[in-house]
């Protein structure tokens, strides 16, 4: 198995030398066994010749016995002397590694052949065989005879062998090939969908606006793939940058808004404790102790009512990581409907507020949750821009297990045409007055809670957006 | 017989402080919380000065400065905001307002335009 750490580019390389030496072996295995089928097949052409030429020769040496004819017999030498030419000559080609055709074998072939030439020259010279010799000599052309039709036979099913092993190393050779090729390409079938498969739900995770979970993936990237999903990890990083920076202009563009309704909210303690103050100066000597005290007290309670006022305002500004807690979502309804509470009184917006019982708890970062329903309200008082009425309802939804929140306002409610639209970044109806963020930061917030934001308008009617979240489940059973 | 001041604010202590204050002045004054009552209290009885806040739940100073001016036309309305915006201080100046306070209200200038409403 390859190591893991290794580029795709080198891995294929290295398959595809792999491959090559292969095949190179498998050439030169079938180039041997073709040299050698070649080879043999020579020495089975040079053993038929001697064949024939031993069968010319012998009915040289019966003419010769049947009718004493001498010429016969000096055709008989310039054949044997042709023939032991021919053998001597490729002695060297035809027995060098040629199975089945040993030196032994060759060499008492050579010297039976010339045994027999000689025998029937030295008789030429005597015009006659010896009587004593005849029987050698027919002994010997019956050996000769003999010897070579082994031979041939031998080297024809040494041929034989050979291409059928030829044809077995071929078909195993293929085989080979094969089932390398299967390998790798399962090899590699199997690596890069796995590699994609992380990438694939990397994509997923980055489309559903999870970006967190991509961006905190570090890894040293050892293959394009990796790199791929490496760059995508980055993307999400620099993504989750930006959409923080999105969610803070968007909170800051609430801000603004909620500004004008806190000036208000501060106004009112702040003018009572200098009402306060101005009466006791004032009425000092005519003020009771008792007075006194509860003026005291009343300052107090009015300065809490500030740093109270203050703090939500903080609590709404500051940029914070996500953190997910377990909390009952219509506490975080009533805790947002107090950030806009003198926003609605100054608007003549008339709120009502319906939390449904028993309502399981939800884990979002509540002061995220806090500024899409600060953002809804806020709208929804904007388009109210004569008084009217607000409804927030929060209630369960069973078959999808997830916590909903309505708010629907009396306003002017929002074109068919730009309904679609409202979600985008930077759309806005309120020119210069909006940034376009609210709702988009808003939908990129629910989405990663894994909810959903929706929205239903009638023009003149009003308006109502719909905001779910999973619920969180509960471990008793109903 | 002492010359009767209504305060309407929704701020409790507001119409604590303005009512010790006006009553050591030697006034008769009713204070309301809820605009809605003080309304009433205005169409069933005559005052002769109305001092009232101007954002308010239900029904507004600006209201309260309309059916005023629509029943006892001769009597005079200081208003309070905490937050008044151009338009809203240009329909107080229509419907004649007497005179506006932002808050914090300094109590010696109240007193004082207080003192010149009522004439004394």
């Known amino acids: 198995m390859f190591r893991t750490a290794m580029s795709i580019r080198k891995r294929i390389i290295i398959a595809a030398v792999i491959q090559a030496i292969i095949i190179c072996v498998i050439c030169f295995f079938g180039y041997v066994s073709f040299q050698a089928a070649l080879a043999k097949l020579q020495a089975i052409e040079i053993i038929d010749d001697l064949n024939i030429s031993l069968l010319e020769m012998r009915k040289a040496e019966k003419n010769y016995f049947l009718y004493k004819d001498l010429s016969s017999l000096d055709e008989l030498v310039t054949i044997g002397q042709k023939r032991y030419g021919v053998l001597e000559a490729s002695r060297a080609s035809l027995v060098s590694g040629l199975p089945g055709l040993s030196n032994k074998d060759y060499g008492e072939l050579l010297h039976n052949l010339r045994r027999y030439v000689e025998l029937i020259q030295g008789a030429i010279q005597i015009k006659a065989i010896p009587p004593a010799q005849e029987g050698e000599v027919r002994k010997l052309g019956h050996t000769l005879t003999e010897q070579s039709a082994t031979l041939l036979r031998r080297e024809r099913k040494s041929v034989n062998d050979i291409i059928s092993y030829s044809i077995i190393l071929l078909i195993a050779s293929l085989g080979v090939v094969f089932i390398i090729q299967v390998v790798l390409w399962q090899y590699f079938f199997h690596f890069l969908i796995q590699e994609i498969t992380i990438m694939e739900g990397m994509i997923k995770m980055v489309s559903e606006g999870r970006l967190r979970e991509v961006a905190t993936r570090t890894f040293s990237p050892h293959n394009e793939i990796q790199v791929a999903v490496q760059a995508i990890s980055d993307m999400a990083r620099e993504l989750e940058k930006r959409e923080q920076e999105l969610l803070q202009s968007g909170k800051l563009a609430s801000l603004g808004v909620l500004i004008s309704g806190v000036a208000h909210e501060l106004g009112n303690p702040l003018n009572n404790i200098s009402l306060i103050a101005q009466t006791y100066l004032s009425l000092y000597d005519l003020l009771g102790d008792d007075d006194k005290k509860n003026y005291m007290g009343d300052v107090y309670t009015q300065s809490e009512r500030i740093k109270k006022i203050v703090e939500n305002l903080l609590d709404f500004s500051r940029q914070k990581k996500q953190e997910l807690h377990d909390v009952q979502l219509g506490d975080v309804v009533k805790h947002s409907l107090g950030l806009v509470a003198n926003q609605l009184k100054i608007s003549k917006v008339k709120q009502h507020l319906t939390i449904a019982d028993d309502l399981p708890p939800v884990s979002v970062d509540a002061p995220q949750i806090q500024q899409v329903l600060v953002n809804l309200f806020i709208n929804a008082i904007q388009a109210m821009e004569q008084g009217g009425e607000l409804f927030i309802e929060v209630g369960l939804d069973r078959e999808h297990d997830q916590v909903w929140v309505s708010v629907q306002d009396t306003g002017i409610g929002i074109n068919k045409e730009i309904l679609p639209n409202i979600f985008d970044p930077f759309f806005t109806t309120k020119s210069t007055k909006g940034t376009g963020l609210g709702l988009s930061v808003s939908y990129g917030i629910i989405q990663q809670h894994h909810g959903e934001i929706s929205v239903e308008s009638e023009e003149g009617k009003g308006t109502t957006f719909i905001v779910k979240i999973p619920a969180q489940r509960q471990d008793k059973g109903d | ?120």
Do not use: W
């Open chain 2, 1 to 120: 017989m002492a010359k009767r001041i209504i305060v309407i604010d929704d701020e409790k202590i507001v119409c604590d402080m303005a009512k010790k204050i006006l009553q050591a002045e030697g006034y008769e004054v009713e204070t309301y919380t809820d605009s809605e009552l003080a309304l009433e209290a205005i169409k069933s009885q005559a005052f002769d000065l109305v001092i009232t806040d101007l954002k308010m739940e239900n029904v507004s100073g600006m209201d309260i400065l309309k059916e005023v001016n629509r029943l006892h036309p001769e009597t005079r309305v200081i208003m309070l905001t905490a937050y008044a915006t151009l338009d809203a201080t240009i329909e107080a100046i229509r419907e004649r307002i007497y005179d506006f306070f932002p808050k914090p209200v300094k109590i010696d200038e109240l007193k004082q335009s207080v003192k010149k409403a009522l004439g004394d």
